[in-house]
């Protein structure tokens, strides 16, 4: 069972232009979120996402940021107009949830490191 | 909103020495986890160990244990016979318990040095 799998894992992107991080949880999960990890920083949430619906974004800049989790395919992080304080790396997370289940574990990918220049 | 402190940027350790990395959360939730994890330079996020507040009993997973105070809403980390491959950013993590978003909070990490 293939892991939570990221692409790009580096992306480097010109200050104006847009970047696009994809996410293809684990086989089976219908749950992704997304955090940011700033240099020297722990991860930050930014976003969680079930199929076709943004469950919180609380976390999410108000702009320049979106996220979607369509019914077929990745879930994608677009971050338009990218900045240099965009620089980071960026994680997802997939999850399984169960209403019956007490505790669902969220399994990592390996990140996208974004560089703006 | 919750929060989680990680007091100590940086520990060393002796290898086969005993290191403790320290954590405090604070939270007016009854129901939460909390988590220890391990972040090597490859970057990976790998959970260490996991402690659900309803528990009494302190969690442990072979080198790894808990010690978890809840009046207190601390959680540190003991690692005993440290090995190299321990050195790595080390994060705690507070979720809160089953229901809503389940996201997680992160400290600002611990970085471990293991010594030969």
């Known amino acids: 069972n293939a892991g939570v799998m990221q692409n790009p894992r580096h992306l480097v992107r010109r200050r104006g232009q847009e970047a696009r991080l994809r996410c293809s949880p684990m086989?089976?999960?219908?749950?992704v979120y997304w955090y940011r990890q700033l240099p020297e920083e722990g991860l930050k949430f930014m976003v969680y996402?079930?199929?076709?619906?943004?469950?919180?974004e609380s976390g999410m800049p108000k702009e320049r940021f979106s996220a979607e989790f369509p019914k077929e395919g990745p879930s994608i992080l677009r971050i338009q107009q990218v900045v240099r304080g965009d620089s980071a790396a960026y994680f997802c997370a997939s999850a399984s949830i169960s209403g019956r289940a007490v505790y669902n574990e969220q399994f990592f990918g390996p990140g996208t490191r974004l560089t703006v220049l | 909103a919750q929060t989680v402190t990680q007091s100590q940027p940086e520990m060393s350790v002796q290898e086969a020495e005993t290191v403790t990395l320290s954590c405090t959360y604070d939270t007016s939730e009854s129901d939460y986890y909390l988590f220890w994890y391990k972040q090597p330079p490859s970057r990976q996020m790998i959970l260490v160990i996991r402690?659900?507040?309803?528990?009494?009993q302190n969690a442990t997973e072979n080198r790894f244990s808990v010690n978890f105070q809840k009046a207190a809403k601390s959680f540190s980390l003991k690692i005993s016979d440290s090995q190299l491959g321990d050195a790595a950013m080390y994060f705690c993590?507070?979720?809160?318990?089953?229901?809503?978003?389940?996201?997680?909070?992160f400290g600002k990490g611990t970085k471990l040095t293991v010594n030969p």
């Open positions: 402690q659900e507040a309803y528990k009494q």
């Open positions: 086989k089976g999960h219908s749950h």
């Open positions: 993590a507070y979720r809160r318990g089953q229901g809503g978003s389940e996201k997680l909070v």
């Open positions: 996402l079930q199929k076709e619906n943004i469950i919180d």
